[in-house]
């Protein structure tokens, strides 16, 4: 009567641990390499999609309407 719960459980977390790895491999807004890449933030392109899903948004369409820094 427990398996369903220890299986459960175990899914939750393995899941939960693979959204944090995403987010700690893909996410502009963390940076491992400190010398070659201190920003990468700045290098992310308008039409770059780093979110898991997005509900009608087409980001090939969106145009850079930001300066270069």
Do not use: C, H, T
């Not at 502009?28 to 997005?54: G, R, T």
């Amino acid at each position: 009567q427990l398996i369903p719960l220890f299986v459960i459980i175990g899914s939750g977390g393995i899941g939960a641990s693979m959204y944090l790895m995403r987010l700690a491999m893909f996410n502009p807004d963390v940076s491992w390499d400190k010398k070659n890449n201190p920003e990468p933030w700045n290098k992310m392109a308008p039409n770059d999609q780093y979110k898991l899903f997005s509900i009608n948004m087409d980001y090939s369409r969106l145009k850079k309407d930001r300066p270069d820094f």
